[in-house]
């Protein structure tokens, strides 16, 4: 059984952000950044889910003096992608039991409360329909009055498979949906595209839709600056887009279109996101803030107060502990064993066709793990 995430990060002022890409129970986690009015969080109190989605970074003064309306405006923080828990088992079976654990860590050791499920880390594309519905359920219920997001990635190379999620995560009580590209076919038109994540959108009608942007793994060449103009006037519900992508040419084009504030756009490359912040990201979604939480938060938190100095002494530090990691062969398999090290929650193996992390992997690892718990970033 395997359980995937995302998480959110806590910034000073109780400033929440969400950070990660991979879990234990086939979601992922977001950062979404909550504004500030002199000094102090404008975020409501309390933790229950809303279907309320987090607002763009830029906004008029009373648009960004609190949370309101169908966004959560300026300074929302980021998301983090959960990793996919399997029983240790030749069947790999998902581990449902883990997820109240998990989303405990998140939100205890990584500062983490907003959530994305069944994305890439957690291998939602290799699971079944049943098996993401049954995910997202758990997700929804144990994440109840502890977490502030639950997005549940819904992309699917069938139309009717993606409908029938966005359906389903809409009646369970999810926070918002996401779609992927259908990327068997690589020779997509723009329109067609569009079209589709439409056909997908309007299965939920009351909930808000990001497309997951992430060319390296679907080889869609669309830029997400091309696919803004027809999702915002044909998707009533196009709230943002998760760039998984190092292209800041791409993404700065998207953060010129979003002069008013009128969607997020989540950035999605972890060892980037000081770099994104600066061009104007307003949230991220990314595996490594299932163990970098902290660090991260602390780094939003120095942006926000103008420190760029600390702000890249932060991004500095999660650099090197990325590299370490790229250096040891780092993959979805690998951050399931992170997770499990790190937080003692059985993430078990990925589903095949992918390995289990190495022997010599996790006993390489394991100092650099220590070395994240003793440290304190304050």
Request: overall charge neutral.
């Amino acid at each position: 059984m395997h359980a995937s995430t995302k998480s959110c990060f806590t910034h000073a002022h109780k400033r929440q952000i969400t950070l990660c890409r991979y879990g234990a129970s086939g979601c992922g986690l977001f950062m979404l950044r909550t504004s500030l009015q002199n000094g102090s969080c404008s975020q409501p109190e309390g933790s229950s889910l809303s279907r309320t989605p987090p607002q763009p970074l830029y906004g008029s003064p009373e648009e960004t003096a609190g949370c309101g309306g169908s966004h959560c405006h300026a300074n929302d923080s980021g998301w983090v992608t959960i990793s996919l828990a399997f029983k240790a088992m030749a069947v790999r079976e998902i581990n449902l039991s883990v997820i109240g654990q998990y989303v405990d860590y998140l939100i205890s050791e990584q500062g983490v409360k907003n959530v994305f499920v069944n994305g890439t880390t957690g291998e939602g594309l290799s699971l079944s329909v049943q098996e993401r519905k049954q995910l997202a359920e758990e997700w929804v219920t144990k994440g109840k009055d502890k977490l502030d997001y639950v997005i549940i990635h819904v992309g699917a190379l069938s139309l009717p498979e993606a409908k029938g999620l966005a359906k389903h995560a809409a009646e369970i009580g999810a926070d918002g949906i996401a779609v992927i590209a259908p990327s068997f076919f690589k020779q997509v038109k723009k329109d067609a595209l569009v079209a589709f994540l439409r056909g997908v959108a309007s299965e939920a009608p009351g909930i808000p839709f990001y497309y997951y942007h992430i060319p390296p793994l679907t080889g869609i060449k669309i830029t997400a600056y091309e696919l803004l103009n027809g999702m915002i006037e044909q998707i009533p519900t196009f709230k943002g887009v998760k760039f998984s992508d190092k292209d800041l040419l791409d993404f700065g084009q998207c953060v010129k279109k979003n002069d008013r504030g009128q969607f997020v756009l989540l950035y999605g490359v972890d060892e980037q996101l000081l770099a994104a912040l600066a061009m104007g990201a307003t949230g991220a979604v990314g595996s490594t803030y299932n163990y970098l939480g902290k660090a991260n938060n602390s780094m939003l938190e120095a942006f926000a107060k103008g420190d760029l100095s600390l702000a890249q002494k932060y991004q500095c530090s999660t650099q090197e502990v990325i590299s370490f990691f790229i250096a040891q062969g780092f993959g979805v398999a690998e951050t399931k064993a992170i997770v499990t090290l790190l937080s003692g929650i059985p993430m078990g193996p990925p589903r095949l066709p992918l390995s289990s992390a190495s022997e010599e992997f996790i006993a390489n690892v394991k100092p650099k793990l220590e070395s994240l718990k003793n440290c304190c970033y304050s």
